[in-house]
Every structure is written in structure tokens, then in C-alpha cells.
């Protein structure tokens, strides 16, 4: 598992988990809630995906 790294979440429907990332990813998403986790220095930030608009 070279290239691999650590992240700990510190926020949305997976927080206090910790996951293995590549390390040139960026982002990843989750089926657990709609939105995407942005990988930092110091760990991954939750981002709620926008509400959508119901017709």
C-alpha cells in the first residue's frame, strides 16, 4: 500500500474515523450522507452537498 496515507475526519457522518487515502487525492465521498469529504494537512473536512431543489 505505497503512495497511501492516514486521515483522521474530523467532521460530517464519519467523524473520529480514520481512513487510507491516496496521496494525491484530494476529495472522496461517502454513501453514509449526501456531500464529500476535502482531504487538509491535518485531516478531512465534511462538506454538505447542496439541497436540491424539489419541482
Known sequence: ???MR???LTSGPLKGK???VHE????FTTHAAPGHYE???T???WR???KA???
Open 48 to 50: 454538505q452537498a447542496p
Open 6 to 8: 492516514r486521515v483522521k
Open 18 to 20: 480514520t481512513v487510507l
Open 1 to 3: 500500500m505505497e503512495n
Open 39 to 41: 482531504i487538509t494537512e
Open 53 to 55: 431543489e424539489v419541482r
Open 24 to 27: 494525491t487525492q484530494s476529495t
Open 43 to 45: 485531516g478531512a473536512k
